[in-house]
């Protein structure tokens, strides 16, 4: 190779490892995709960036936008491609159907960055409707493809299948394919958890449940005498509170600040090991408090508040949690339901409770979802939301199983605390009976 040409590879490879990836295209056709599911969105608006809940013949709109951002026909393609590699025709055929609406609009024009056409898209649609049991659509957008590229024997002979097929029973002409949602059981709670998701507010207001109340708390702390904090209860069984403005503007960009050069993949504990899933999609860090003096004195806010002792070891460190677009955490118990679970490696017992502070606002979605309990938190900016996940028992809360909702549009950051058992003997006193 000539010098230049090194150069050149030399240059390309050190910038490649900043592009995004296969793994990242895909995890954003997923995201897509997830968004899609969850808040019930119609593609063709998706791709517009209109963002439109579709219920039968109801259309509702969830956010909107002051600027459209429109995918081209080549990212429809794309998203499709990736459901289509997976064999989820369910997503891959509104996508491709975009991608085939898009590129016949604007057939003849080249886009220099486009990696598919019309004839690719109508390839895979085709044969994606095939797959689905809809062999009259599979016929039409092959014929179609075929006066774009008359030469090709593989689709000719397709046509010719297809024909055969209809032929044989020409009831498939009328066929409707009705095909289920992949890779999700179908579950009582992933319907409870999206409708929670989708619609914001549709629990009980406090003026329908008066011991669902808001109150200025001391909780008898010389800290907060002078300066006690909004407390909204959310709910009693569960016992949820919202702390509002529990810290300010600066303190939570500070926070941000620390966490951002630290941010890796989410984990979760799988088994004895932490591992990246599909289902907690975001990036977190964890915040020693000798990374910064101000979060020893957060430390000493959520324990004036909680009564809590939340000095390491009966603490975690802080984690920061970032989400983006199409980020979110699937319904789960945030103490540990096994006991080789790696949270007992701190042997301070299971995870006793949480303190959640939301460190921005979100443009929509990423709402905090108590599935059992059936209702959602909207992200308060500065707030700090706190359960307790075990029973006086030290039996795990069956009830607490909640999620983060994805977020549709804008960047959401939380920092959990999580209070462990061991060092509360006397600050939550234990209790024999099973409801307390
Ligand atoms: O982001 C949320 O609203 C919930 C986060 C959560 O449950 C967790 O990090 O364990
Ligand atoms: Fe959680």
Redesign the pocket.
């Known amino acids: 190779m000539k010098d230049n040409e090194v150069a050149l590879k030399d240059g390309y490879e050190k910038e490649e490892q900043d592009l995004p990836a296969f793994e990242d295209l895909e995890g954003a056709a997923r995201a897509l995709m997830r968004l899609q599911d969850v808040y019930m969105l119609n593609v063709k608006g998706l791709a517009r960036g209109v963002f439109q809940r579709v219920t039968g013949s109801a259309v509702t709109d969830l956010y909107s936008p002051r600027r459209l951002f429109s995918l081209t026909a080549d990212d429809c393609f794309q998203v499709g491609k990736v459901a289509y590699d997976m064999g989820d025709y369910y997503h891959a055929i509104p996508w491709l159907e975009e991608a085939v609406s898009l590129f016949r609009g604007s057939y003849g024009e080249w886009k220099t960055e486009d990696e598919a056409s019309l004839e690719d898209a109508l390839d895979h649609l085709a044969f994606a409707y095939f797959q689905a049991g809809n062999v009259s659509c599979a016929l039409s957008l092959s014929r179609e493809f075929l006066l774009y590229s008359p030469d090709n024997k593989r689709m000719a002979r397709n046509v010719l299948k297809y024909e055969k097929l209809l032929a044989e029973s020409p009831n498939q002409e009328l066929a409707e394919a009705v095909i289920q949602r992949p890779n999700v059981p179908h579950l009582q709670t992933r319907d409870t958890y999206e409708g929670l998701c989708q619609t914001l507010g549709s629990q009980p207001t406090h003026y329908q449940i008066p011991s669902l109340y808001c109150s200025y708390e001391t909780n008898s702390s010389p800290f907060l005498l002078l300066q006690p904090v909004r407390k909204e209860v959310m709910h009693l069984e569960p016992y949820v509170v919202l702390y509002h403005d529990f810290v300010s503007d600066s303190e939570a960009q500070k926070i941000r600040g620390l966490a951002e050069p630290w941010l890796q993949r989410s984990v979760v504990a799988s088994g004895e090991k932490q591992l990246p899933v599909e289902y907690r999609i ?1 990036k977190s860090a964890w915040l020693k408090d000798t990374v910064d003096p101000m979060l020893v004195t957060l430390d000493h806010r959520i324990a004036a508040l909680t009564g809590l002792d939340v000095q390491p070891p009966y603490a975690e460190y802080l ?1 920061v ?1 970032n ?1 983006g677009i199409g980020g979110h ?1 699937e319904p ?1 118990f ?1 103490h540990a339901t096994s006991p080789t679970s790696p949270l007992y490696r701190m042997k301070s017992g299971n995870r006793v409770a ?1 303190f ?1 502070i939301y460190l921005s606002s979100v443009e929509a979605g ?3 979802a108590f599935i059992y309990a059936n209702f959602s938190v909207p ?1 308060v900016k500065n707030a700090a939301l706190f359960w307790w996940n075990l029973h006086r028992s030290g039996e795990g809360d069956g009830d607490t199983l ?4 994805p977020v549709l549009v804008g960047d ?1 950051w ?1 920092a ?1 605390k999580w209070i462990h058992e061991y060092g509360q003997e006397f600050r939550r006193p234990c209790s024999s009976s099973p409801e307390d």
């Open positions: 975001s984690q949690v989400y955490y789960h945030d949480t959640m990423g709402a905090t992200v909640h999620a983060g909702c959401k939380v959990n």
